[in-house]
């Protein structure tokens, strides 16, 4: 085993890192076309799901020590990282409650997975839900600004700068055909 191996993140966090980046990616895309589409109801189970794995990836991220920040990073990069990460886990956290919210509010039986559910309080005013719904989509396009830009950094370390960062979130094989393209290894 490499150096670089003892530092990735273990499977299980690498596992919740994709699932959650692919899932997100495709809700933004179904949210912005659910309604030509008819297809609402997928946006909102595929929420549902987002919001449990969100649940489920905060709990382990608290109880699991986390790979040390990549020593060549320099402290204003580590500070950045971990800022622009903490960012990342809030967002993921407040865009689906703000949608489970959003299905709350309107006051009328809703379904999670197929399981019925009564209403669980009188509807809320048309205009305070709307204002709700202007956040839940404002910060959906600021996930993915975000989430992009995250994307490009890890992007440029790995195969501009030289820092094994892309490949810490990777399958040790992955790691190593790229640590090898990448000719540090
Ligand atoms: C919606 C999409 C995404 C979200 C919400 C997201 C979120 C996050 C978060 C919160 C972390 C910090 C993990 C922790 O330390 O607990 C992280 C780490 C990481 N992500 Fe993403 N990510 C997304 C997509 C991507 C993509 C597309 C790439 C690569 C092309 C990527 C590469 C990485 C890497 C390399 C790390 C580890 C960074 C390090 O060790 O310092 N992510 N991501």
Redesign the pocket.
């Known amino acids: 085993m490499s150096d670089l191996i003892s530092v990735r993140?273990n499977s299980v966090?690498r596992a919740l890192?994709w699932s959650?980046?692919f899932l997100?990616?495709m809700e933004y895309l179904i949210g912005l076309t659910m309604g030509d589409f008819g297809i609402k109801w997928l946006h909102l189970q595929l929420g549902y799901a987002i919001l449990i794995l969100v649940v489920v990836r905060i709990i382990w991220?608290i109880t699991h020590k986390?790979?040390a920040?990549?020593s060549s990073l320099s402290r204003m990069n580590q500070i950045l990282?971990h800022s622009g990460?903490g960012i990342?886990?809030l967002?993921?956290l407040a865009i689906p409650a703000l949608g489970l919210t959003l299905v709350i509010t309107k006051g009328v039986p809703f379904n999670i997975f197929g399981i019925p559910i009564s209403p669980l309080m009188e509807p809320m005013a048309k205009a305070s839900r709307h204002d709700i719904k202007v956040v839940h989509v404002y910060l959906a396009h600021t996930?993915?600004i975000?989430?992009a830009m995250?994307?490009l950094v890890?992007?440029l370390h790995?195969f501009v700068l030289g820092h094994p960062?892309?490949s810490?979130?990777l399958p040790e094989k992955l790691a190593n055909i790229i640590e090898h393209k990448d000719g540090k290894k």
């Open positions: 993140y966090a890192h959650l980046a997100i990616v991220r986390a790979p920040m990549d990282a990460h990342l886990y967002l993921m996930i993915i975000m989430a995250h994307a890890a992007l790995q960062i892309l810490r979130m």
